[in-house]
């Protein structure tokens, strides 16, 4: 073994910037495995073109990514190294959002109060049939799910072709975010008394939706896009809570003016929760 080309750990751990122990460790790891180990003293020696790698190794563990998805990645090209890369940091800039919204919300909490900047009306909603593409997502995949959901949708509708009743609409039946999943409906409300849809593909379902009154607010522009639109299912939780009355059924996000492009000022989206009046003794 020609050690010319060399660097025994202690000169390896000072070119790359990694510890000796955390040598140790990738090497365990199989991360960065030396060139050659002293079959006597068990001294490692790392070949001095390894030092790239192992910067890279450094850089991707400041990252906070997985030791094993480090491997991974380094070994399978810059190509798909590069990829996730870019996809980790759109992540990253969406969750600084997420985080800026949050605080902005909570400074201004003390001052305004939910209803001062959404205004909450109670609006009564008639019994629909719908066609139904449902799937348990969090809010990293929501946008897709959506996306290809009403694209399959309008198809099957355009089949039909269906009479559409009323705006499209999406059902939350829990909470939805970076940290939980959810079952999410894409609905699409169509006429019960015209044509119907047959030879439903797989996943796709009809579904009888009955009346309910619905506690609502709507946002517009910048204002119905992620994360700014949190402060609307606020604002109607609040209402709702506030004013006696109780949740009876999964959240809605209602179409009511969609351009395609989800910060568009053109948008006009409902936040609407059904609901219903405890003390009322009218069967629901």
Known sequence: MDRKNLLPIGQFSQASGLSVTALRHYDATGVLVPAFVDPVSGYRYF????????????ALRRLDIPVEEVRRLLDGGEAELAA??????????????????LVHGLLSRPTEGAEMTHRVTVRPGAAERVLVRGATVDNSGLEDFLRDAFRELYACA????LTLDGPAFVRFHGVCDDENATL?????PFWEEGAQPVDLPAGLTVRELPASDFACTEVEGA???FPQVLGAYD?????????????AGPVRMVYRRWTGTPDDPGNRLEIAWPVEDPSDPTPS
């Open 184 to 188: 999410v409906e894409a609905c699409l």
């Open 84 to 101: 996730a890369l870019r996809a980790r940091l759109r992540a990253a800039e969406r969750r600084l959002e997420v985080q800026r919204s």
């Open 235 to 247: 604002a109607v939780a609040d209402w709702v809570t506030g004013h006696g009355f109780a949740f």
């Open 47 to 58: 070949r001095r073109d390894q030092v790239r790698r192992a910067r890279s190794v450094r």
């Open 158 to 161: 355009g089949h039909g072709p």
């Open 223 to 225: 204002a119905a896009a």
